[in-house]
C-alpha cells in the first residue's frame, strides 16, 4: 500500500486549498482514509476521516466550518477541501488509511509522506 499526497503550498490568510491523497493497492472499500496534521508546536492532531460506509466519521472541531473531506468515484483519492485557511492551520498534513474500519480513532496501518501546508498572515 502506497499513499502520496499532494496539493501543498504556501498560501495567504483567508485562502483555499486542496489536498489530495492518492492511494495504490487501498481503497475505500477496505477502511477508511483519514487527514492529520503537525506542526513543531502541536502534537500530531487527527483532522477528518472517511469511510466508504459512513461517509465522514470525523471532522475536527478546529476545522469544521472550514475543511470538508471527500473521495473520487474510484475511491482511490481522497481530498482535503480547506477554506478560509488561518496561520494555525500551518504545518505538515498527512493522510493515513487503516484497513477494516471505518473510523480512524486506533492505530493506522498505512501512512503518506505528508505535504506542507503554509499559511501567512
Known amino acids: 500500500v502506497q499513499l502520496v499526497e499532494s496539493g501543498g503550498g504556501l498560501v495567504q490568510t483567508g485562502e483555499s486549498l486542496t489536498l489530495s491523497c492518492a492511494a495504490s493497492?487501498?481503497?475505500?472499500?477496505?477502511?477508511?482514509i483519514g487527514w492529520f496534521r503537525q506542526s513543531p508546536e502541536k502534537l500530531r492532531e487527527g483532522v477528518s476521516c472517511l469511510s466508504k460506509d459512513h461517509g465522514v466519521t470525523f471532522l475536527a472541531t478546529a476545522v469544521k466550518g472550514r475543511f470538508t473531506t471527500s473521495s473520487d468515484n474510484a475511491k482511490t483519492t481522497v481530498y482535503l477541501h480547506m477554506t478560509n485557511l488561518q496561520p494555525e492551520d500551518t504545518g505538515t498534513y498527512s493522510c493515513?488509511?487503516?484497513?477494516?474500519?471505518?473510523?480512524?480513532?486506533?492505530?493506522?496501518?498505512?501512512w503518506g509522506q505528508g505535504a506542507l501546508v503554509t499559511v501567512s498572515s
Open positions: 493515513a488509511a487503516v484497513r477494516g474500519s471505518s473510523w480512524c480513532v486506533y492505530g493506522m496501518h498505512y
Open positions: 493497492g487501498f481503497t475505500l472499500d477496505d477502511g477508511a
